[in-house]
């Protein structure tokens, strides 16, 4: 796949009417898990097509006309732009709908919105990926953004679970890093079946096992907010600080751009000054509702 | 600045005047329900029996449903297109300093970062007239809250009654430009512009009921983890809604899609932080339990607002009071705020 500079480019914002979607359509439908699927699309207007850009962590507001809008991160890099990904676990109204779709059909989409993995930061660190179930999404527009960066980063962990086999995402993606001789890929499932040889353990135990070092580290971690909850530990045991750990929260974001008033804990919006968090600027929330 | 004033016989000629440009809009009654609606031309016996509207002016605003556009499909897929905006501006007859304050504050989050593409045009295109509040409910706190229930600078126009006049102050250059219109305006004497300051003073001092401010968000912060006490205070509450859809601070809303006959329509509806759907996720609802719905709610007007706007989110309408169906009293709860700072 192409690599694209887009260091050069201007970051695209929405413009005008801002609940307006543009419409996209859809190219590729892959089938993960029984649950989730990955939707590859692309921007119905060409001039959008050149022109959208956006960065490893942020999202879009997804309809299906006449059923709804939701919220998903944009799950490709920004380095690959042959077109762009998102990732759909089938549990409501909307979800359930972009599950009946198929390759042409149409959608709207408004964003990018809200920050983005500070890459800036990242620079030059080891990265340590914890991911879970469809928890890896958000992660792999990272993990490919580093992987086409290589040498602007130290050592890459990859620790990944689902709850069985069947229910682990992107098998692909983590073939390609399995055989990526410069990441440290661990994938693990809670019950393994018949078939598994790989390792058994949840998300966390594994990685107090595997045990990356947290000197010059950055720890990413996504996955549903249970494991979320029981990995912050893990990594402060590590010796990871609150400032070295980064999270992306998912909210009930309806309008994407803070005024629908939903996604707020405490005073901060998820939408407009999230998703991605640092476990310290989480712990200084006013309320724990995350 | 000379005062002006009016005859009240003369107020229908002064709207009908407005309305050749302006879509005038009085205090109605509407399904039994006082509202801001289009005047009909003549009646003005809104002048006897207004004493605050139950829908608050934000809804001229940000009605409770509006649609933000339409979407139809053919071969060629989908088109998106805006609802014809053929609206005239509006000028709105008789807001309460109370209303117009929250609209003062309702700006801030729809020009915050992302420019809000309904709200904003219709507001900065419109006309208040602001009328003095002279006989305030017993549930009105707004003088805790900063404001003089007769006098406002949220308006462009404000009105004092002084008997069988009103006293017009002219506060914006929009105010100014539509008084040097009307022919109906005289000028008022100096035992006139006396006789309005005291009617403010006494509408001032009619508004008994007061809250604590000072403070508040921190003490509201110091028993934020404290479930006994918001477990206590959301009690009787039956989440109906009422206090939020009808607080003329409260602008959460919802977005949603209707399709009839291949003809989409999609639009956006008030919502309420106090319905435990509102926050609901398939997996999990970070506030599914009512006394954290009721937390939020006052937490968000009297901390998280202050801390992002650096405005209190109430105007002490009284609304929330009034119209609760069970007698949830937010000065009542704010004056119980255990004292932990």
Known sequence: MAVTDISQRERFFARGNVYLPHIIVIEKIIEETPGIRTFHFNFKDEKLREGFTFESGQFGEYSVFGIGEAPFCISSSPTRRDHLEFAVQRVGRVTNALHRLSVGAELGFRGPYGNSFPLDFLLGK?????????????????????????????????????????????????????????????????????TWTGRVGLVPKVLEKVAPSAREAVAIVCGPPIMIRFTFPVLEKLGFTPEQMLTTLEKRMKCGIGKCGRCNIGNVYVCRDGPVFTYAQIKNFVSSEY | MAGKKIDKKDIAKLLSQWSQELAVYVPSIESGVATMAKWDGKDTSFLDWYRNTVIPTKASFFPSAEEMFRFQKDNKGYHIELPPSNERKQLIFGVRPCDARALAILDMTFKEAYEDPYYLPKRSSAVLVG?????????????????????????????????DEFLIEEITDKGKELIAKATEVKKASKEEEASAKEVKEAAYQKVTRKIDTEGIGDRLL???????????????????????????????????????????????????????????????????????????????????????????????????????????????????VPVKV
């Not at chain 1, 990926?129 to 527009?141: Q, W």
């Not at chain 2, 809250?145 to 008997?163: E, K, R, Y």
């Not at chain 2, 329509?265 to 009512?290: G, V």
Request: glycine fraction near 8%; hydrophobic fraction near 35%.
């Open chain 1, 126 to 194: 080891n990265l340590v990926f914890v991911g879970g179930g469809i928890g890896l999404a958000p992660l792999r527009s990272l993990i490919w953004n580093v992987i086409d960066n290589r040498d602007k980063y130290k050592k890459i962990d990859i620790i990944y679970g689902a709850r069985s086999p069947a229910d682990l995402g992107f098998k692909y993606d983590l073939d390609a890093w399995g055989k990526d001789k410069t990441v440290n890929m661990v994938t693990t499932v809670d019950r393994g079946d018949e």
């Open chain 2, 131 to 163: 009328l003095g509040c002279t006989n305030p409910y017993d549930s009105c706190f707004c003088t805790s809250l900063g404001i003089s229930p007769a006098q406002s600078t949220d308006v462009d126009l404000m009105l004092t009654d002084i008997g």
């Open chain 2, 222 to 336: 110091a028993c934020f983890d404290d479930q006994d006490y918001w477990e206590r205070i959301a009690a009787k509450c039956i989440s109906c809604g009422i206090c939020t859809l009808l607080c003329p601070t409260c602008y959460c809303f919802d977005i949603n899609d209707e399709l009839v006959r291949q003809q989409g329509t999609r639009f956006r509806s008030w919502d309420s932080c106090a319905f435990s759907l509102y926050t609901k996720m398939p997996m999990e609802n970070p506030r599914a339990e009512k006394w954290r719905r009721v937390r939020q709610k006052v937490c968000h007007k009297f901390k998280f607002y202050p801390m992002n706007f650096g405005v209190i989110a109430c105007t002490g309408c009284g609304r929330c009071i009034r119209l609760c169906p069970v007698n949830w009293d937010i000065t009542q709860t704010l004056e119980s």
